[in-house]
């Protein structure tokens, strides 16, 4: 921002600011970003509403987390809802007057939107007939019969008045300047909150072919079916999104790379696997307990050539289809290492839930890792793994993550834990919470941010 000409500057482009500022948001780190922005650019801010998660601001405050907090005066109305990041009625609320705010600007007006991971529920505005109930149950049912992530954006960007470009079409013929802080490996605009301020090349048969795919055409409600029918009749045709500039501000990749030089100022070799970590659980937690094992090897010569370990490494990488992943590098700058390495990487594995108990991505992922390297001959090395979420809270727990060392499931046993039973149930909270009184457990609180999860492989030379 240039105070002395009132020019706002966002990336190549100018923006002239004359009092004709509003702002709206959605998203776990967007009560932060809405005040660093009114801070910024308040004597221009004329309104503004944003969509936060329910509890967020007594959490800021509890922290003692000032800077993430509006100011008394703000002209930034808050909403708080989607408990439990499902859409709710709150979270309709505040849609519906982030919608109305849009709706009301002109051409001299300038829309400063603020999107960030957890959006998409804390936006939930169903084209009428739809009722939130019908297009979260139709979006379950979807979710349960397997559908991807892909395939019910697709949907709820069909059914939505504000996804899919929706919010960017309410806005014209103002301005719209969209800041991203994203929660998806690889960073795709259109994906992350189901893209408000990005055209859908989304269309009725799309969503007639899903619907097909997973057998539930013919259970459609009749509010869905005159909506799609609707759509494939609208005179105007696909809208475009010329009036808009999307930008992504934070990543996991920024994540990673501030944590390797805090690393580094502690004294690791620090080095970024990758930020695309993606897949089911149990694939990435082999993954981890191979690299330590192969790391390790590296770290403490002599070292015969390649072993079996270090083939199956690369082809475990392959099958992971990591595109960001340089692995021979990685270990050429291991071996070159000889004190204590620091091994960073992000992204998001999946689990498939068999059980009904407590935990979240991390946890089960730090606890299946905790057995792998306990079944492993790691050699004089002495290793820790950690995994958290950086918006602080992994799945429905207090907890951000946890951490773990091969003496894991050894250590477990003398307390009467048996991993297994617990890696069965899904119950990795459970676990942590039990084992050695709950000291493997990451709190962190409430972050503010959300730039998916952190994975840290530490190994210290005897």
């Known amino acids: 921002m240039d105070a002395s000409n009132g020019q706002l500057k966002v990336r190549d482009r100018s923006f002239q600011l004359q009092q004709n500022l509003y702002l709206v948001g959605f998203g776990k780190a967007v009560l932060g970003m809405a005040a660093a922005a009114e801070e910024l650019l ?12 329910k509890g967020i601001r007594a959490a800021m405050e509890c922290t003692g987390k000032q800077e993430m907090l509006l ?76 559908a991807t992530i892909q395939e019910l954006n697709t949907i709820r960007k069909a059914l939505s008045q504000l996804k899919g470009g929706g919010l960017a079409q309410a806005a014209y013929p103002a301005q719209v300047v969209s800041l991203i802080l994203s929660d998806v490996v690889g960073d795709p605009v259109e994906v992350i909150a189901s893209g408000p301020t990005v055209a859908s090349d989304h269309n009725v048969q799309d969503c007639l072919h899903i619907f097909d795919r997973y057998g539930l055409r013919a259970a459609l409600p009749c509010s869905v079916k005159t909506v799609l029918a609707q759509a494939d009749s609208d005179p105007r045709g696909p809208h475009t999104c010329g009036h808009v500039l999307n930008v992504i501000i934070g990543s996991n990749i920024l994540a990673l790379a501030e ?60 099958e992971l289809q990591l595109p960001d992943m340089q692995l021979k590098e990685v270990l050429e700058s291991i071996a070159g290492a000889r004190g204590p390495v620091c091994l960073l990487a992000g992204g998001e594995p999946t689990v498939q839930l068999q059980g009904t108990g407590k935990g979240g991505r991390n946890q089960e992922l730090a606890l299946r890792v905790g057995a792998e390297l ?41 307390e009467g834990l048996d991993v297994a039973t617990f890696l069965a149930h899904n119950d990795s909270h459970t676990f942590f919470c039990h084992f050695q009184g709950g000291a493997h457990l990451l709190y962190t609180g409430l972050t503010g941010t959300n730039v998916m999860d952190v994975h840290l492989l530490f190994l210290q030379p005897r």
């Open 374 to 414: 306990g079944r492993r001959t790691l050699g004089p090395v002495d290793v820790l793994f950690l995994s958290g979420g950086t918006d602080g809270k992994d799945g429905p727990t207090e907890a951000a993550g946890a951490w773990v060392m091969p003496e894991l499931v050894s250590q477990a046993t003398t």
């Open 42 to 53: 308040g004597q221009h801010l004329v309104q503004g509403v944003i969509s936060v998660p």
């Open 259 to 318: 944590a390797q030089q805090q690393a580094e100022v502690l004294g690791y070799r620090a080095v970024v696997l990758s930020a695309a970590m993606q897949g089911d659980v149990k694939s990435m937690a082999h993954f981890y307990g191979l690299l330590a094992q192969v790391a390790g090897a590296y770290l403490t010569p002599p070292r015969a050539g390649a072993s079996v370990e270090d083939e199956q490494l690369h082809e475990l990488a392959a």
């Open 71 to 146: 100011k008394p005066h703000s002209r930034i109305q808050v909403f708080e809802g989607a408990e439990d990041n499902l859409p709710d009625h709150d979270a309709l609320r505040a849609a519906l007057a982030i919608r109305q705010l849009a709706e009301g600007l002109t051409a001299d007006d300038l829309l400063l939107v603020l999107i960030s991971g957890g959006g998409s529920a804390l936006l939930p505005a169903p084209i009428p007939p739809i009722t939130l109930e019908e297009k979260q149950t139709l979006t379950k049912l979807l979710a349960a019969r397997g």
